[in-house]
T-cell receptor, first 113, second 109 residues
Framework: DGGITQSPKYLFRKEGQNVTLSCEQN?????MYWYRQDPGQGLRLIYY???????QKGDIAEGYSVSREKKESFPLTVTSAQKNPTAFYLC????????????FGPGTRLLVL | GEDVEQSLFLSVREGDSSVINCTYT??????LYWYKQEPGAGLQLLTY?????DMKQDQRLTVLLNKKDKHLSLRIADTQTGDSAIYFC?????????FGGGTRLMVKP
């Protein structure tokens, strides 16, 4: 089955801790994206990657970091610098950047202890 | 910057039609999308329309595009309780997908 997977489904973070959210796709898509969704709100773009070894900041990149060492993987690290990390995080991918349909993973809910 | 707007809530009775509206700002958008999000889940692509089309029909879903007014709508015929979800419209602006805030559709039995 082709698709996008995210893990874990729920993640708890302690104060001062960095946590990493996993996103994997087997759709052979070049572009991948991370969005943050707060309750009752739309999606805001954190980071995106057009191709392997490339990534760019989105609208709310502060306190987050990413890597794109493999085409199929785009992990997101929520660092201790992100003061309000509680949210639902969605990963997406598309064949190429811009003008193409984005397909979404099931999401990871991050909660702060 | 670009802004995509939707009303927050829509309540309908089971079996009625639902119409969810969206306004967008970028007249150069090439594609416009409708996504569905069920509670605690990711976004599911429902349908999309190319900007040179006025209408697209896909089973119970009808998308209408009014480019002059930059208005997009999604009509769901014979709405069922399983259609209860948040519906997001989105436009391609530049190279990025810009989302509306979502419309929560509530279906009453």
């Amino acid at each position: 089955d082709g698709g996008i997977t995210q893990s874990p489904k729920y993640l708890f973070r302690k104060e001062g801790q960095n946590v990493t959210l996993s996103c994997e796709q087997n759709l052979n898509h070049d572009a991948m994206y991370w969005y943050r969704q707060d309750p009752g709100q739309g999606l805001r773009l954190i980071y995106y990657s057009q191709i392997v070894n490339d990534f760019q900041k989105g609208d709310i990149a502060e306190g987050y970091s990413v890597s794109r060492e493999k085409k199929e993987s785009f992990p997101l690290t929520v660092t201790s610098a992100q003061k309000n990390p509680t949210a639902f995080y969605l990963c997406a991918s598309s064949i190429e950047l811009g003008g193409e349909t984005q397909y979404f993973g099931p999401g990871t809910r991050l909660l702060v202890l | 910057g670009e802004d995509v707007e939707q009303s927050l809530f829509l309540s309908v009775r089971e079996g009625d039609s639902s119409v969810i509206n969206c306004t967008y700002t970028d007249s150069s958008s090439t594609y416009l999308y409708w996504y569905k999000q069920e509670p605690g889940a990711g976004l599911q692509l429902l349908t999309y329309i190319f900007s040179n089309m006025d209408m697209k029909q896909d089973q119970r879903l009808t998308v209408l595009l009014n480019k002059k007014d930059k208005h997009l709508s999604l009509r769901i015929a014979d709405t069922q309780t399983g259609d209860s979800a948040i519906y997001f419209c989105a436009e391609i602006a530049g190279n990025m997908l810009t989302f509306g805030g979502g419309t929560r559709l509530m279906v009453k039995p």
